[in-house]
């Protein structure tokens, strides 16, 4: 028989320091290593303008732009290569947004097919990406470990700046730039998501490049930004805190077709969404594309501006995660019937 045991209450100065906080809260604080007043604003209510930090604190983050600017200025070829999953594809429509928004017409996104040619940077791409006259591959949510489609780049020419949130291996790819919290000792918070640091790089952007776009224009992103970064289950504490809390605000009033017409077939009121919508509905969905048929499927419902094609993808979607979850379960059942077969 199980035996549970309450947990004890916070120390009574913790009660004292938050005694505006109902009890339930007070103590949650408390075990979340929380005990001034000035610390829980924080927690509860983050300020957009005080509790994000300066993105070229981010190592690499400097050569990176610098690279990106320069190649706008010479009308390079530029590819945005993102992870087929729901940080990955969110992270490139983001950047997709981006350039559009500043009429930099000469780009293309691109998404491993996660079956035919898996997971990552792979040297394949690469050489076809450098035959179509590509220059500058930006990464988003991989890369990191791809040291061979790197170097293969290099040999043809091509400059990679990898954003990435994983694990950093020994020795690193040599690609022209490399952004990573992992590796950023001056920055203060290492557990972004992958359209986390593509976000920062469009915040980085954005400070230094001469662009006709409204001040604040990159707030908009971060419906992509926080839908990612509660998909991808990084710690909510920190920067991720703050970029999921307006990451909401804005998944609430997002003028995204495709993310309206996702609302709309799952009967999702957008005014209340929470973050259990994202986790168990939204993301889901975007992660179906790739198992069940191709990363395009999500990238398009998320980038579409069209809100008739964004309806018809957004419902192709749905199908796809409902013959996933029928999968999964006959998968399950087959599973049992091994197992009592066995004992």
């Not at 309450?6 to 906080?21: D, G, K």
């Not at 470990?145 to 020419?157: K, M, P």
Request: hydrophobic share 40%; glycine share 6%.
């Amino acid at each position: 028989m199980k035996k549970y045991r309450i947990r004890e209450s916070a120390p009574a100065e913790i009660h004292e320091e938050l005694r505006e906080y109902p009890l339930l809260i007070r103590n949650l604080l408390h075990f979340r290593g929380i005990s001034t007043k000035e610390d829980t604003k924080t927690f509860l209510e983050p300020s957009y303008d005080l509790d994000l930090h300066d993105p070229f604190l981010l190592f690499g983050m400097e050569r990176a732009v610098s690279r990106i600017l320069g190649a706008m200025q010479k009308e390079e070829f530029i590819c945005i290569y993102s992870d087929y999953d729901h940080d990955g594809i969110p992270g490139g429509v983001l950047l997709k947004d981006f350039f559009e928004a500043i009429q930099y017409k000469n780009f293309r996104n691109y998404i491993p097919h996660r079956h035919q040619e898996g997971y990552g940077l792979n040297a394949q791409a690469v050489r076809t990406l450098a035959e179509e006259g590509v220059k500058l591959i930006i990464t988003v949510d991989c890369g990191i470990t791809d040291t061979e489609a790197v170097r293969v780049g290099n040999e043809f020419g091509v400059d990679t700046i990898i954003t990435d949130h994983h694990l950093p291996p020994d020795p690193l790819p040599e690609a022209f730039a490399i952004v990573n919290p992992k590796l950023s000792p001056d920055y203060p918070f290492d557990g972004l998501c992958g359209a986390g640091v593509a976000w920062k790089l469009v915040s980085a952007l954005m400070q230094k490049g001469d662009f006709s776009l409204p001040d604040g224009y990159e707030k908009w992103l971060l419906d992509l930004t926080g839908l990612s970064t509660i998909a991808d289950m990084v710690p909510l504490t920190g920067e991720n805190r703050v970029i999921a809390y307006f990451g909401l605000k804005v998944l609430r009033k997002t003028r995204r077709p495709g993310l309206r017409a996702l609302y709309r077939v799952l009967r999702l009121d957008p005014s209340t969404l929470t973050e259990d919508d994202v986790g168990f509905s939204l993301a889901p969905r975007i992660n179906a594309a790739s198992r069940m048929d191709t990363p395009q499927a999500a990238f398009d419902t998320l980038a579409e501006k069209d809100p008739l094609k964004a309806y018809s993808f957004a419902e192709n979607l749905h199908k796809l995660n409902d013959s996933r979850k029928g999968h999964t379960a006959a998968m399950v059942k087959e599973a049992k019937q091994i197992i009592k077969g066995r004992l």
